[in-house]
């Protein structure tokens, strides 16, 4: 795999200390201190605060820009037509600027005529992309991307008034491979222009930078973020956003771990950042960063939205966990029923809900079961049917475990290993032992810990060396002949690794590449035939891909399209009869798609449109089979209501969708690390 970074351990006490509870023993350097670590950053939860859309006409908004000018706040952005549900619209056709204002950044938004309209007598521009606007000298700079069959520019227009802009007379500033998404600050007493790019060598995907000293005349660029991904996938440096807070530079790049989705990474230089230095995420789409003076704030947009949001954006010593797959998360118990949790919407306690009668289908009301907790939990289920759960503490502080008695009861809560990043992946062994795996603070690590024997209430230590750095939390499965396979993201998302028992219950493989570039941790699930398979999701969502085993416990067939445009990658849960069924939510929460496979060994269906109709998912659905052989499928609405929809008999067609519960549970982003 890939051996854990000397740099990344040292990134702070914090982050060191909680590896060593894991059981990682890095080694400092007895010549020199490590610098002061950065601070981790992420939002809290999105406000929609501006909507574009006029009378009979759903509107988006996406590359953004806001600036304040004497008591105002002022909006230019890229704005455009919706399309379908689960559809993209065409980027070619954005050709005006939106232009809004406001007295404070939640609003009132009141909409201006369009800012700047496509000219297409002006040097070949044939669409208007990403503007970014900064004051100096008196005058206003909006600098956009531009450009069509003459290749991609970088344009400029100038403005005393916010309201009528004017093109510079020269043309563009100047021309690139993909040039776009252009940002300007003020660093070191020079303009600094940042934007994406494709590298002249290889064609990888980079963040360029400029410099100037009067905003009209631009250096030669150099190059500040190179990601591992080409030309041949999506950008994921779109929409390059450059803070400084105290002595550390913080980049905000996307999409990545999908559409919705911005990371940050921390360097000492402006014009150096690498995956060393991540420093968090925000669950938002051409994110902006903004500050009235008092508070932090990100912005976002995208296709997939009506407008502008915004939220509070978040600077803390210890990094943000990764939040839940699932939510809510469910699972049988010793009894045979059913049992589903989630977390609050208050204060993020546990919660528990049992199916009292799987023949009726009726549930036990909403009742406390621990907390609060910083993130869906995770279940195992040992041999004799009891239930495990495994909770992460607020803020990733500790692991915490709870078991279910032979008598269905539960004993009491008990601390499970020191910080980590995600609530661990669990599965069972060979020999009936459960093993979880768990990812450490900010993707540091990934550890191993087993029960020591089949159902035991005691575990081994912790084994903090099983995996180096991680993009997301590891997935696990057995294979038909009980060996447990292990599936982890590289950091930045640049491939797919796995790792596998040679033997049931014996030692491990070397870590080995699975597969390209991916957005988010893959699923894995077997089938009635033996088979494992992994569904992954492409860097930017625009896609899902699944790949099979080709025996039982056997080798690896090739990668085959699965879904379009996907939050996530695809749920996936095995019927009565072995088939898989599949899920994927689209960006925007509007339409959740569905596959089923045709035979446990067999290929797959082509699916429909799962979701109901007027009402908006927050993130990935969960499912699982009840005791009567029929599938429940959970899903949380954005206003943080779980709907439920059951198949009508094992292995069936499927029950209209229906409330479950009246209990408000917390709407959390999934798969994706952020603060609860």
């Avoid at 040292?10 to 909680?18: D, E, I, V, Y």
């Avoid at 601070?39 to 953004?64: C, E, I, M």
């Avoid at 939220?311 to 966990?321: E, F, G, H, I, K």
């Avoid at 056997?554 to 599949?582: C, H, I, K, R, Y």
Wanted: glycine residues 12%.
């Amino acid at each position: 795999m890939y051996p854990i970074s000397r740099r990344r351990l040292l990134q702070g006490s914090a982050t060191a200390g909680a590896l060593a509870l894991l059981g990682v023993r890095g080694t400092a350097s007895a010549t020199a201190a490590p610098p002061p670590p950065h601070q981790w950053t992420g939002a809290g939860p999105f406000t929609h605060v501006h909507d574009p859309s006029t009378p009979g006409k759903r509107r988006y908004l996406n590359d953004h820009t806001l600036i304040r000018a004497s008591d105002r706040w002022h909006l230019f952005s890229i704005v455009g037509d919706s399309a379908p549900p689960g559809q993209a619209p065409d980027s070619a056709a954005e050709v005006s600027f939106a232009h809004a204002s406001a007295p404070d950044l939640y609003g009132p938004w009141t909409t201006h005529a369009d800012a700047l309209t496509v000219d297409r007598s002006y040097f070949g521009e044939e669409h208007l992309w990403a503007p970014h606007v900064v004051e100096a000298g008196g005058m206003y700079w909006m600098f956009y991307a531009a450009g069509g069959r003459n290749g991609a520019a970088i344009n400029l227009a100038t403005s005393t008034d916010l309201f009528t802009w004017t093109r510079v007379p020269t043309g563009p500033l100047f021309r690139g491979r993909v040039a776009r998404d252009p940002m300007v600050v003020r660093i070191a007493g020079q303009w600094v222009m940042y934007y994406t790019e494709l590298s002249g060598q290889d064609g990888r995907h980079v963040v360029a930078f400029r410099r100037s000293d009067d905003l009209l005349h631009w250096s030669e660029p150099g190059i500040a973020f190179t990601d591992a991904s080409t030309a041949t996938t999506l950008s994921v440096t779109e929409s390059p956003f450059v803070v400084e807070r105290d002595g550390w530079y913080y980049l905000f790049i996307g999409p990545r771990n999908g559409y919705d989705g911005t990371d940050v990474l921390a360097s000492r230089d402006p014009f150096f950042f690498d995956l060393d230095g991540y420093a968090g995420h925000v669950s938002g789409h051409a994110v902006e960063v903004v500050t009235d003076g008092q508070e932090w704030h990100a912005s976002a947009a995208g296709w997939f939205r009506q407008g502008l949001y915004l939220a509070p954006l978040r600077w803390r010593d210890v990094p943000p966990p990764w939040q839940s797959t699932d939510n809510p998360v469910a699972g049988t118990g010793v009894d045979g029923r059913l049992t589903v949790f989630a977390l609050d919407a208050g204060d993020r306690s546990m919660l528990r809900r049992v199916q009292l009668d799987p023949q009726s289908d009726t549930w036990s009301p909403w009742e406390p079961f621990g907390g609060p907790a910083g993130a869906v939990p995770a279940l195992g289920r040992d041999t004799d049917g009891r239930l495990e759960v495994f909770s992460l503490a607020p803020g990733g502080v500790n692991l915490h475990h709870r078991v279910q008695r032979p008598d269905g009861a539960w004993y009491d809560w008990e601390e499970f290993g020191g910080a980590a990043g995600a609530v661990p992946a669990v599965a069972r062994g060979a020999d009936g032992g459960l093993e979880v795996f768990a990812l450490g603070p900010g993707g540091s690590a990934v550890a191993r810990r087993r029960q020591l024997s089949p159902g035991s209430l005691t575990w081994d230590a912790w084994d903090g060396g099983f995996g180096g750095p991680a993009g997301a939390p590891p997935v696990v499965a057995a294979n038909a002949d009980g060996r447990l396979e292990v599936f982890v993201l590289s950091p930045g998302g640049s491939g797919i690794h796995h790792r596998w028992q040679e033997a049931p219950n014996g030692p491990w493989a070397q870590w080995s590449r699975f597969g390209t570039a991916a957005g988010a941790a893959p699923r894995v699930a077997r089938d009635g035939s033996g088979r494992l398979t992994v569904a992954a999701m492409a860097p930017s969502g625009v896609a899902a891909f699944c790949r099979r085993q080709t025996a039982p416990s056997g080798g690896w067939g090739d990668w085959q399209p699965m879904f379009g445009w996907t939050v996530a990658s695809p749920a996936l849960a095995p019927n009565a009869d072995g088939t898989l069924e599949a899920f994927a939510l689209t960006p925007g929460g509007d339409r959740l798609d569905h596959r089923w496979q045709t035979a446990p060994d067999g290929g797959w269906e082509r699916g429909d449109d799962f979701g109901e109709p007027g009402v908006r998912l927050a993130a990935m659905p969960t499912a699982a089979v009840d005791a009567t052989g029929r599938m429940h499928v959970f899903a949380v609405t954005t206003d943080g209501r779980i709907r439920s929809r059951t198949q009508d008999r094992p292995s069936g067609g499927w029950r209209p969708w229906a409330a479950f519960g009246d209990r408000a549970v917390a709407v959390l982003p999934s798969g994706s690390p952020a603060w609860a």
